[in-house]
């Protein structure tokens, strides 16, 4: 009897925490040689890493029926048919996408972030009779921009199992939605053998050389594609009033992963030209040596107003760099607590710059707060032990075929 396969299902290919988190999962997974597929639904610049990793479907196509048949698009156009012909286009393409995906022998959906619902609800019936996993890293804002409620609620509703990243996304989803409890798991996934090798050739002088940052400059850093959720603005009020107080010291803010490309980049860009901090605040956009960057970083400063567990946490601990955040912001007060850095009231920008003063004034308190996240991180998101919960859910719904050799 063929086994049957795992059909991850990712919005898209952008490098944000939920995709990487994915494709961290899908790389630990075929080391077990699990059968799976992955349905991609936007593009982006990790979609040949996932590629490297899985056989992959496309929910969407590069070009259009215009762009690659101009000529019959022009003839159509002028006898009013050509949103006909694209209509069909478009048909036949689906046709194509299930046919590719009812041929996969797929015996259980793994719907990675809520932004898939309405994918979910809308495409995919022909496979609504399967069991389904959902792995939820969104919390109440995030649900407003990336998904509607009618297509969330369903998704819901058919979900065997739900994966919450951290304790607030899980009591979030039993408090709003009424979600099971008994159903529920809370963990997150985060391959640290694999970040400590990429960490072993990093480019430590990578900032000092591209953004000509002095050597002995005190990094406090903030990470992720800009938008008002992550709250750069935030973070631009903080390190003003850090610089202010700390001056004459070399402190730097740098945020990884703000680009032109980013809706409110003119604005936060405009607002540190006009409290005439360029040459403080520097904004580099979205790139894969993200971690060249974050390695370089002494404070990581999560200014976010909403994030339920951001992988840039787990990854600053991980390289023994305290972190200051929000309370009632997400997940990451479950981590740092009292001892790897500092929870400050809601959106309290002087309790954050105190805050952050402290561990600039205090290279000890760095160190040991640093040391304490890593440890923190290495006891309770022990990567062997994630994957093995997250094969055990499978397991109850689709029975895997798991060899000897595997399990060693």
Known sequence: MT????????????????????????????????????????????????????????????????????????????????????????????????????????????????????????????????????????????????????????????????????????????KKYDFPIQHVSTFTLIDHEHIDRKLREVQGDLLEKTYRIPQDAIIIGGCGNAEWRKGNDVFNWIARRVIQKTAPLPVYFVWVGAGPQHEIYELIESDVRLMGLSERIILIPPTPKALDYINRFDVLLLSSREDPYPLVVLEAALQEIPIVCFQDAGGAPELIEADAGFVVPFLDIDAAADAVIQLILDPAMREAMGQKARKKVLERHNTAKSVGNIEAIIQKYLPLQVSEQQNQ
Do not use: W
Request: aromatic share 10%; proline share 2%; net charge neutral.
């Open 3 to 174: 086994q049957k396969k795992i059909l991850f299902i990712s919005h898209d290919a952008n490098r944000a925490g939920s995709q990487l988190l994915l494709l961290q999962l899908l790389r630990l997974l075929k080391d077990k040689e699990i059968p799976m597929h992955l349905l991609l639904c936007n593009g982006g610049e990790l979609e040949s890493d996932f590629e490297e990793v899985v056989s992959t479907t496309r929910l969407y196509h590069d070009g259009s029926p215009a762009s690659s048949q101009q000529l019959t698009g022009k003839i159509l156009k002028k006898v009013n048919l050509y949103k006909l012909y694209e209509e069909r286009f478009a048909q036949k393409e689906n046709e194509r996408i299930v046919a590719e995906l009812e041929s996969e022998n797929i015996g259980l959906v793994f719907v990675n972030s809520i932004a898939n619902a309405e994918v979910y609800y809308s495409f995919l019936s022909f496979l609504h009779h399967l069991p389904v996993v959902l792995f939820v890293h969104e919390l109440a804002m995030s649900v407003k921009i990336y998904t509607h409620e009618k297509h969330l609620n369903f998704l819901l509703r058919k979900t065997d199992h739900l994966i919450a990243v951290s304790r607030a996304v899980a009591n979030f989803y039993v």
